[in-house]
């Protein structure tokens, strides 16, 4: 194919069209071929792939126009989940589990129930391969993800509590605590560091270990992952590696108030507009020291109280009171502290052109 070149021109001056030099361009592939049928001649042609023969064929006419056709697709379709005969054809297994110990590859041999020779060796396989670690990693495993999915807890941080009590059992402690509490144990840090604290009273009632067992195990399971943690970082310094600052173990701190009341809201029902102004209100408490030695819950219900009312979607104590977990009357000795200061908590944004109304707020 021939172009011809651009012409420089002066300002003043004519073209000379002799002057035109006609330039080839390279031969190129043109990419954009498509098959189509000689017979049939159709366009868009109307072409089959028949997989099963390997054959590229006419579906107007039946002309076979391609044969050994690759198949692309996957081998089949796998529906092991649902298998009950264990009969799954996948010739590869599950992904590595960094929760898991060992390699993980390994060959298994099916159970054949025809076939007394299939039967032993699969006897025989299951007494070799036997590894009590991971039987008991795999048994916390499934009790922690029960008893996260029963409390809506995220998988990211049921994943966490997972590793964690992997760590604990590789290395070897806490041989003498009950398996429950460690458990325990782990799902209230994991939720500490996801930003979705679960108090001592929701894991007790979740897992069944008393209060007192679980905090006396998180504070030792503290004082283990930040130890633990420190040799890691001091040998891998030692052999000359690069420690990474992001790896360290940080010490959860206490559940705020402001962290409760996201989740208190939703479960009552209040919108976002209340959980800013609960959470705003809570955060203030520690720098004005209103209901200073409160716990945490009180003073998240009682922010919650609080808001509702001030934003004109009222809630009453009670209702608050199951959500949360503390008493009605707590509730109200707590906001008749916060009453008193109200002019002081109460920022001029909150009741900005009518959202609020501070005479709302109900008498102690």
Same mark, same amino acid.
Request: include cysteine.
């Given at each position: +194919?021939? =172009?011809?070149?651009?012409?420089?021109?002066?300002?003043?001056? =004519?073209?000379?069209?002799?002057?035109?030099?006609?330039?080839?361009?390279?031969?190129?592939?043109?990419?954009? +071929?498509?098959?189509? /049928?000689?017979?049939?001649?159709?366009?868009?042609?109307?072409?089959?792939?028949?997989?099963?023969?390997?054959?590229?064929?006419?579906?107007?006419?039946?002309?076979?126009?391609?044969?050994?056709?690759?198949?692309?697709?996957?081998?089949?379709?796998?529906?092991?989940?649902?298998?009950?005969?264990?009969?799954?054809?996948?010739?590869?297994?599950?992904?590595? @589990?960094?929760?898991? @110990?060992?390699?993980?590859?390994?060959?298994?041999?099916?159970?054949?129930?025809?076939?007394?020779?299939?039967?032993?060796?699969?006897?025989?396989?299951?007494?070799? =391969?036997?590894?009590?670690?991971?039987?008991?990693?795999?048994?916390?495993?499934?009790?922690?993800?029960?008893? !996260?999915?029963?409390?809506?807890?995220?998988?990211?941080?049921?994943?966490?509590?997972?590793?964690?009590? %992997? +760590?604990?059992?590789?290395?070897? *402690?806490?041989?003498?605590?009950?398996?429950?509490?460690?458990?325990?144990? /782990?799902?209230?840090?994991? !939720?500490?560091?996801?930003?979705?604290? $679960? &108090?001592? $009273?929701?894991?007790?009632?979740?897992?069944?270990?008393?209060?007192?067992?679980?905090?006396?195990?998180?504070?030792?399971?503290?004082?283990?992952? &930040?130890?633990?943690?420190?040799?890691?970082?001091?040998?891998?310094?030692?052999?000359?590696?690069?420690?990474?600052? @992001?790896? *360290?173990? @940080?010490?959860?701190?206490?559940?705020?108030?402001?962290?409760? !009341?996201?989740?208190?809201?939703?479960?009552?029902?209040?919108?976002?507009?209340?959980?800013?102004?609960?959470?705003?209100?809570?955060?203030?408490?520690?720098?004005?020291?209103?209901?200073?030695?409160?716990?945490?819950?009180?003073?998240?219900?009682? /922010?919650?109280?609080?808001?509702?009312?001030? +934003? $004109?979607?009222?809630?009453?104590?009670?209702?608050?009171?199951?959500?949360?977990?503390?008493?009605?009357? &707590?509730?109200?000795?707590?906001?008749?502290?916060?009453?008193?200061? %109200?002019?002081?908590?109460?920022?001029?944004?909150?009741?900005?052109?009518?959202?609020?109304?501070?005479?709302?707020?109900? %008498?102690?």
């Amino acid at each position: +194919m021939a =172009t011809a070149s651009t012409l420089t021109l002066q300002p003043g001056l =004519t073209p000379d069209p002799s002057a035109a030099v006609i330039a080839e361009e390279p031969w190129r592939e043109n990419l954009n +071929m498509q098959m189509i /049928c000689r017979d049939c001649k159709e366009f868009p042609p109307n072409l089959i792939e028949e997989f099963s023969s390997g054959d590229m064929v006419c579906g107007s006419c039946g002309l076979v126009l391609g044969d050994r056709i690759v198949d692309t697709r996957s081998e089949w379709r796998t529906f092991s989940n649902d298998d009950q005969g264990n009969d799954d054809p996948s010739r590869v297994g599950d992904g590595e @589990n960094e929760l898991l @110990n060992g390699s993980q590859l390994q060959t298994m041999i099916s159970n054949d129930r025809g076939s007394t020779r299939s039967r032993d060796l699969f006897r025989t396989q299951n007494k070799s =391969t036997h590894d009590k670690t991971t039987k008991t990693l795999l048994a916390a495993y499934k009790e922690i993800g029960a008893y !996260c999915d029963a409390i809506n807890i995220p998988k990211v941080v049921s994943d966490v509590a997972k590793g964690l009590f %992997k +760590m604990v059992n590789d290395a070897g *402690a806490f041989k003498g605590k009950p398996t429950e509490a460690v458990i325990a144990g /782990c799902i209230f840090i994991a !939720c500490r560091q996801g930003k979705v604290p $679960r &108090t001592f $009273r929701e894991v007790y009632e979740l897992t069944k270990v008393t209060k007192k067992e679980i905090g006396r195990t998180f504070k030792s399971l503290e004082k283990f992952f &930040t130890t633990h943690n420190l040799d890691v970082q001091t040998k891998l310094a030692q052999a000359g590696g690069v420690v990474n600052p @992001n790896d *360290a173990y @940080n010490t959860t701190t206490s559940t705020k108030a402001g962290e409760l !009341c996201i989740r208190y809201c939703s479960q009552i029902g209040l919108g976002p507009q209340i959980i800013k102004v609960s959470q705003e209100l809570a955060d203030q408490l520690s720098s004005t020291g209103v209901l200073a030695g409160r716990s945490p819950l009180s003073a998240a219900a009682a /922010c919650i109280f609080f808001a509702s009312h001030l +934003m $004109r979607q009222p809630k009453t104590a009670k209702d608050i009171s199951i959500v949360a977990g503390v008493s009605d009357g &707590t509730i109200r000795t707590s906001y008749r502290l916060l009453e008193a200061q %109200k002019e002081k908590l109460i920022n001029p944004d909150w009741v900005k052109d009518g959202k609020g109304d501070i005479k709302l707020l109900p %008498k102690p």
